[in-house]
C-alpha cells in the first residue's frame, strides 16, 4: 500500500501564490508516477500535473504556464508550484500517485492512490 500525506492548501487572494506538496509513504519501491489532480462539487475530479518517474510531465491546458510541477524522487514527494491563481483554480486539490507491484514473472499489478484532498480557495 501507498499513503499520501498532503499540505499546502489555503486561502488565496486572486494573483496570489500557493504551493502544494505530497509525500509519499509505504511501498514507495512502486512508485511509477505522482501528481496533482483537482475537482469541484458536481464536476469530475481532472488532471493538474503529474510527473513520472523518467521526469515525463504533464499539465492541464489552463494551468499550463502559471503552475509548476517538480518531483524529488529519492524522497517520495511531489510539489506543486501555483503562481497567478484564478478564482477558476479553486477546488479540492488531491494527490495521485501510480504504483507498479511485480506478481508472477514479467506480470505487474497496477494500482492508483489518493490523498485525502486539501482545499484551495481563490478570492477576488
Known amino acids: 500500500q501507498v499513503q499520501l500525506m498532503e499540505s499546502g492548501g489555503g486561502s488565496v487572494q486572486a494573483g496570489g501564490s500557493l504551493t502544494l506538496s505530497c509525500t509519499a509513504s509505504g511501498s514507495v519501491f512502486a512508485v511509477t508516477s505522482m501528481g496533482w489532480y483537482r475537482q469541484v462539487p458536481g464536476k469530475q475530479r481532472e488532471l493538474v500535473a503529474r510527473?513520472?518517474?523518467?521526469?515525463?510531465?504533464e499539465y492541464d491546458y489552463f494551468v499550463r504556464g502559471r503552475f509548476t510541477i517538480s518531483r524529488d524522487n529519492d524522497k517520495n514527494t511531489v510539489t506543486l508550484q501555483m503562481d497567478s491563481l484564478q478564482i477558476e483554480d479553486s477546488a479540492v486539490y488531491f494527490c495521485?500517485?501510480?504504483?507498479?507491484?511485480?506478481?508472477?514473472?514479467?506480470?505487474?499489478?497496477?494500482?492508483?492512490?489518493w490523498g485525502q484532498g486539501t482545499q484551495v480557495t481563490v478570492s477576488s
Open positions: 510527473m513520472t518517474n523518467s521526469e515525463n510531465v
Open positions: 495521485n500517485a501510480e504504483a507498479a507491484f511485480h506478481t508472477k514473472g514479467w506480470e505487474r499489478r497496477y494500482s492508483t492512490y
